[in-house]
């Protein structure tokens, strides 16, 4: 059974940028969530996507876009990038039904910094 | 906004030494969920427990859940150097989001 996996591990971006994140979730799992982790704080929950369409979304602005593909698989998209997008951005896949009632198992996350 | 918060924000104990951490919430709660971290990693799930129950036990963690006091806590019993990392409370309700707290920073000394 392989487990989630993410891709870049580090990236680099100036301010403005557009960047885009990968995310493969764990074998027979169909739905994705992504998180940003500040420095020293806890996850925040941008959004989460069940069978291709996005079902639950946190505070973020329009600019943070996602997409879930027929495999299950997903992006995360941040336009107009802010300095204050650098983050650990995880994402994390579970099985069953969309929403939290089952455990979810986190992808080692993307260390994005924006220059 | 962060739901959870956990207290203490920091806790070093010796090897062997029994750690408690405490979540307190503020909506109501379908379930909620432990997770640990280690140096800035993804998380690993530890325990869920759902808003029905009272305690749950896995290896050496024990979490309880006190849904009048919003609350829950994880203890780790007997603890190693390898438990260092960071943990986390996550609360899934009704708005279709999983909130985390801050965290706590735990440091075991060998």
């Known amino acids: 059974e392989t487990g989630v996996t993410q891709s870049p591990t580090h990236l680099i971006k100036t301010r403005g940028q557009q960047v885009t994140l990968r995310c493969s979730s764990q074998?027979?799992?169909?739905?994705v969530s992504w998180y940003q982790q500040a420095l020293g704080q806890g996850p925040q929950f941008i959004f989460q996507?069940?069978?291709?369409?996005?079902?639950g979304r946190g505070n973020f602005p329009p600019r943070f876009s996602g997409l879930q593909f027929p495999n299950y698989s997903s992006e995360l998209n941040v336009n107009a990038l802010e300095l204050d997008d650098s983050a650990l951005y995880l994402c994390?896949?579970?099985?069953?039904?969309?929403?939290?009632?089952?455990?979810?198992?986190f992808g080692p996350g993307t260390r994005l910094t924006v220059l | 906004s962060q739901q959870g918060e956990e207290d203490p924000q920091a806790l070093s104990i010796q090897e062997g030494e029994n750690a408690t951490m405490n979540c307190s919430y503020k909506?109501?709660?379908?379930?909620l969920q432990w997770y640990r971290q280690n140096s800035g990693r993804g998380l690993v799930h530890l325990i869920l427990?759902?808003?029905?129950?009272r305690e749950k036990h896995s290896g050496r963690l024990r979490v309880t859940l006190d849904t009048s006091k919003k609350s829950s806590s994880l203890l780790i019993t007997a603890s190693r150097a390898a438990d260092t990392a960071s943990y986390f409370c996550?609360?899934?309700?009704?708005?279709?989001?999983?909130?985390f707290g801050q965290g706590t920073t735990l440091q075991v000394k060998p």
């Open positions: 909506t109501s709660i379908n379930n």
């Open positions: 996507y069940y069978r291709e369409e996005e079902n």
């Open positions: 996550a609360t899934a309700g009704n708005t279709g989001k999983l909130i």
């Open positions: 994390a896949s579970s099985a069953g039904t969309s929403g939290f009632y089952n455990e979810q198992f």
């Open positions: 074998s027979g799992h169909n739905t």
């Open positions: 427990i759902r808003s029905n129950e």
